[in-house]
């Protein structure tokens, strides 16, 4: 109620041109801010989880509105001005895309080109020219065959317990596939990948009559020849570590190795030294305090987590980045020029690893 109070709020100030003078004021006091966005696929949804994905048109909405009111700054720039200090002369924005998913290059690139626009994708070397598909994505999908499946014969599996079984209780029954995903998402997070990737073959298999087969190429990462045509044009490549791991669930060694390696991956295959990194889950309570510190040992110039706020005063290695959902432009302005409170420095995880038992 209060949220959506202060969304109408918003949306009559954006209305009335109220953060178009904002931005003129600042700009008239030498303060323009700079803002990182967090993209990850456009022009293909991802299964069960809209907020990963704008549209073709929408994103060609958002570049015709960012190079109207904005500087659409590269990275190298955008860190220059940090590591400076010094503010842009016009209010800036820098694009970045999470994950480096064959849409990125199919459905972006040409748009970045037409609009000649700078960009960054973080890539995930690990499932690049492989068919392998992230954990959200392999969910989302056998959750969409679960609902197509008789729920029945899922109930004896031994698998089939705990917060696994109460959430696809809930599919297809009173609560929406989108939110039972989203649901099951935060708990798979926290496992241990081999025992996420154990519970998803297993189901996957339970399912696999009702399993979407042609789907596996509409969720892929960009391979490398894909990667070098990102690099050759205004798009630069950055590293998200070699398998998306989530660094604060692993041994110290084990992160420090899924950064450096990832990096070295990187730079064999497209050639260009790579200078820019995105922790994974970036959010907060997934980032821990040594972690700005690896990258940086590892020779990295930034590193963006996935928790908004404005670039200035920021660390390099803990910048912001606002959420570039499928919104209308009204809506990015809104997300863009909202006050954001200050990063708080990111602590190491509330929790433990957890297991659902199989
Ligand atoms: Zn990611």
């Not at 994905?53 to 904005?70: M, P």
């Not at 590591?83 to 209010?91: H, L, V």
């Not at 994950?99 to 890539?123: I, S």
């Not at 989530?246 to 730079?267: H, W």
Request: glycine letters at 6%.
């Amino acid at each position: 109620m209060i949220k959506s109070l202060l969304q109408c709020i918003r949306r009559g100030l954006a209305v009335f041109g109220v953060y178009r003078r904002r931005r003129a004021a600042r700009q008239r006091r030498g303060a323009c801010r700079l803002t990182i966005l967090m993209y990850h696929r456009i022009g293909c949804a991802s299964p069960g989880n809209s907020r990963l994905s704008v549209s073709t048109a929408r994103f060609e909405d958002h570049l015709r509105f960012l190079q109207s009111h904005y500087d659409i700054l590269d990275m190298d720039t955008a860190v220059e001005l940090l590591r400076a200090g010094r503010s842009p002369q016009r209010n800036s924005v820098a694009i970045t895309f999470d994950d480096g998913y064959a849409d990125n290059v199919q459905n972006a690139l040409p748009l970045l080109m037409k609009h000649e626009v700078p960009a960054l994708v973080y890539v995930v070397p690990g499932y690049v020219g492989t068919d392998k598909l992230f954990w959200w994505d392999r969910l989302g999908l056998v959750a969409e065959a679960t609902i197509a499946a008789d729920g029945e014969s899922l109930s004896n599996r031994s698998w089939y317990l705990g917060a696994v079984r109460e959430i696809i209780e809930r599919c297809g029954r009173d609560v929406g596939i989108a939110e039972s995903v989203h649901a099951l998402g935060d708990k798979f997070q926290t496992l241990e990948p081999a025992k996420r990737d154990l519970i998803l073959d297993e189901w996957e298999h339970s399912v696999a009559a009702h399993m979407d087969s042609a789907a596996t190429s509409r969720h892929v990462t960009a391979d490398w020849n894909a990667l070098r045509q990102l690099a050759e044009s205004r798009v630069d490549v950055g590293c998200h570590t070699v398998t998306h791991a989530c660094l604060t669930m692993l041994p110290p060694q084990a992160a420090k190795q899924e950064i450096e390696e990832a990096r070295v991956l990187i730079e064999t295959q497209v050639g260009l030294p790579v200078r820019h990194f995105a922790y994974p889950y970036g959010q907060a309570g997934y980032v821990s305090s040594v972690l700005p510190h690896m990258v940086q040992e590892a020779g990295f110039q930034s590193a963006c987590l996935a928790i908004p706020g404005a670039c200035q005063g920021s660390g390099l290695f803990t910048l912001p980045r606002v959420y570039a959902g499928d919104f209308d432009t009204r809506d990015l302005e809104i997300q863009i020029e909202r006050i954001r409170s200050p990063i708080v420095p990111p602590v190491p995880p509330a929790r433990p690893m957890e297991s659902i038992h199989a």
